[in-house]
């Protein structure tokens, strides 16, 4: 992934932990508007933000069906 550059580290960091509270709750106009103010404080475009948040998802799906059961 290329370099990225967060103008406003407070922002980024509210708005990332207010996107996870929102999927948690299933919210997608919640989450997706804490993308755009994601996109808004660093370099990173809403395409990028969406696949690191695939990216976690996956690799956590990974590690958990390691520690409880292995593969299938």
Same mark, same amino acid.
């Given at each position: 992934?290329?370099?990225?550059?967060?103008?406003?580290?407070? *922002?980024? !960091?509210?708005?990332?932990?207010? /996107?996870?509270? +929102?999927? @948690?709750?299933?919210?997608?106009?919640? %989450?997706?508007?804490?993308?755009?103010?994601?996109?808004?404080?660093?370099?990173?475009? *809403?395409? !990028?933000?969406?696949?690191?948040? /695939?990216?976690? +998802?996956? @690799?956590?799906?990974?590690?958990?069906? %390691?520690?409880?059961?292995?593969?299938?």
């Amino acid at each position: 992934m290329k370099e990225v550059r967060i103008y406003d580290q407070e *922002k980024y !960091d509210w708005a990332l932990d207010s /996107a996870l509270k +929102a999927l @948690s709750r299933e919210d997608k106009k919640v %989450f997706m508007n804490r993308i755009w103010d994601m996109s808004v404080v660093s370099n990173i475009s *809403k395409t !990028d933000i969406l696949y690191m948040f /695939a990216q976690s +998802a996956y @690799s956590t799906s990974l590690i958990s069906s %390691f520690i409880f059961g292995g593969h299938k």
